[in-house]
């Protein structure tokens, strides 16, 4: 398979000339990004410009791009949906007040040290993450082979034009960098097929093209001035404000869980480890001022992202260069970004299409757990059926840990160690839980057993107050039956809050007692 990822040390020319390559990428995708959301295609730029240049310099993760992305255009949408039911222009400012508010919350999520719970997804999440998302891309690249008039699929010479174009792109990516590396290959590709297809291909689709299906804008120029920040204006707040927060909330976890799943994989791909708490508090200042200044708001673009690292990009340079080369192409680049054809970005994303789907998931069908397979296509099949990578990701913690759940309550044993007529030793093995504590309960006949039962905690650990609770209605099951029971290491935690509970069973303390405390024990076990 294509071997695009190369661990390289970044420097500034890497990082400029990936920023470049970046940038010219982002136009396209931040055009339709504001047609999703039912905006001019300037509100889906900007956003990419505010948020790209904070997250860059503030962020957790240098290399990695922020933008207007999809899944925040989809819920975004709905804010200009609803401000334009209740009026004329009002759906822009429903959705600044939307990005702003949202912003917000991502900050305080940030300051509160929420972003460490990254950790908590699962390498099967996260690989179906990855999976769906290349899918998706992959999809998104399919109506750039429509005829962008008619809206019908390219057939004959304008069809094997596209292919051909494409496919150079995609064997420049490929293969210059077995001659050189001194120019990132994406940044190559796309200036030497957008040459060709500027002097000997007449009529193949440019982002002219596509700039031209926004309404009043027939000649598909992409030009505009700096904009001046102003406060969201003609909202009704006494009303309004629980649609405002309620939608705010939806898009700040959408961008948070988005943008740091993107950082947990641009940290395994680079060997380095990114801030999560840090690119919160990026991501929610960008999105607060990218409304402030009339963007559409935004998150981590995996795409771009992945583009950037492949290209070279590893410092902070490179977004801040791609941020800054975008607000230039807006002010007074148009006319050449205008002549990029769709194809050369169609071959770049391919590419990275590639170099994102784990082709070893394939592998580890019948090798790895039916039940990590089952979430690796749960969360992909979500991710690619709903385009919510948020949902998919949500969903598969879940189903892991239900999946955990069920594994871990069939995993506690009990043996017989010893046994008299008067004195049996049972010692217990596994994690004792809300979810182990019926099995664990059913291993015990009070009625039937002797007089003496000592039970032996050595090799379990009691995880939770369901725990607790399940030895203390054994401790009164043996009561009740004339029977004595006494227990052996638990640790401190555990006999403290079975006295607290005013419980009668006997614990027996001795010197290698365990040290666990109950609300810790996770954290005691990693």
């Known amino acids: 398979m294509f071997e695009i990822f190369r661990k390289k040390n970044g420097n500034y020319k890497d990082d400029t000339l990936s920023g470049l390559t970046v940038a010219l990428a982002l136009v396209p995708e931040a055009i339709a990004f504001a047609f999703a959301a039912g905006v001019d295609p300037l509100v889906g730029l900007w956003a990419a410009v505010f948020m790209g240049f904070i997250t860059a310099t503030c962020g957790g993760r240098p290399g990695m791009i922020s933008g207007a992305t999809g899944a925040i255009a989809v819920v975004a949408g709905k804010a200009v949906q609803h401000g334009n039911q209740l009026g004329e222009g009002l759906g822009l400012q ?26 908590l997804v699962p390498h099967p999440v996260m690989i179906g993450f990855v999976n769906g998302l290349a899918i998706v891309i992959l999809m998104a690249q399919f109506p750039s082979f429509r005829d962008l008039t008619t809206g019908e699929w390219l057939t004959g010479a304008p069809l094997m034009i596209m292919l051909v174009m494409v496919c150079v792109t995609m064997l420049i990516i490929q293969f210059l960098p077995k001659l050189t590396t001194a120019v990132p290959s994406s940044l190559a590709a796309i200036l030497v097929v957008g040459a060709v297809s500027y002097f000997f291909l007449e ?14 804008n027939p000649e598909g120029k992409l030009s505009g001035s700096f904009p001046l920040p102003a406060l969201p ?6 009303t309004e404000w629980p649609f405002i927060l309620k939608t705010a909330f939806i898009v700040a976890m959408v961008g948070i869980i988005e943008s ?21 508090i990026a991501q929610g200042g960008a999105n607060f001022l990218s409304g402030l200044f009339g963007g559409m708001g935004g998150c981590a673009m995996i795409g771009q992202s992945l583009i950037n690292i492949k290209s070279g990009g590893r410092g902070r340079t490179s977004g801040i260069v791609a941020s800054v080369a975008m607000a230039i192409f807006i002010m007074v680049g148009g006319p050449v970004v205008e002549k990029i054809p769709i194809a050369a970005l169609v071959g770049v994303m391919f590419m990275v299409v590639i170099g994102t789907f784990e082709w070893y998931s394939l592998k580890t069908f019948g090798k ?17 059926i709903k385009h919510d990578l948020a949902t998919a990701v949500f969903v598969g913690i879940v189903l892991s840990a ?32 809300f979810g182990s504590v019926r099995h664990f309960t059913d291993q015990f006949q009070a009625k ?29 099951r043996y009561r009740s039956a004339g029977k004595n029971l006494r227990l052996r290491h638990l640790s401190s935690d555990c006999r403290r809050m079975l006295q607290n509970a005013g419980s009668m069973v006997d614990v027996e303390v001795l010197p290698d007692d365990p040290a666990y405390t109950v609300a810790n024990l996770r954290r005691n076990l990693d």
């Not at 204006?233 to 006494?238: E, F, K, L, V």
């Not at 309550?409 to 046994?419: A, L, Y």
């Open 94 to 119: 429903y959705l600044f007040a939307v990005i702003m508010v949202a912003g917000l919350i991502q900050v305080v999520f940030g300051l509160l040290k929420l972003g460490r719970f990254v950790r």
């Open 203 to 216: 009529g193949t689709a440019t982002v002219s093209d596509v700039l031209a299906k926004a309404p009043g």
């Open 233 to 238: 204006t003609g909202i009704a707040w006494a």
């Open 260 to 280: 740091l799943m993107t950082l947990q994989l641009i940290d395994e791909m680079t060997e380095t480890r990114g801030q999560g708490n840090r690119e919160c």
């Open 368 to 384: 790895v757990p039916f039940s990590e397979i089952m979430v690796i296509l749960a969360v992909t099949l979500i991710t690619v």
């Open 402 to 433: 239900l999946i955990f759940a069920w594994e871990s309550s069939r995993h506690v044993f009990v043996r017989v160690e010893k046994e008299t007529p008067d004195e049996k030793i049972y010692s217990l093995q596994g994690l004792l839980y």
């Open 448 to 476: 039937s057993d002797v007089k003496n039962i000592v039970i032996d905690f050595g090799g379990a650990r009691v995880c939770d107050m369901s725990g607790l609770e399940a030895i203390n209605a054994l401790a009164e």
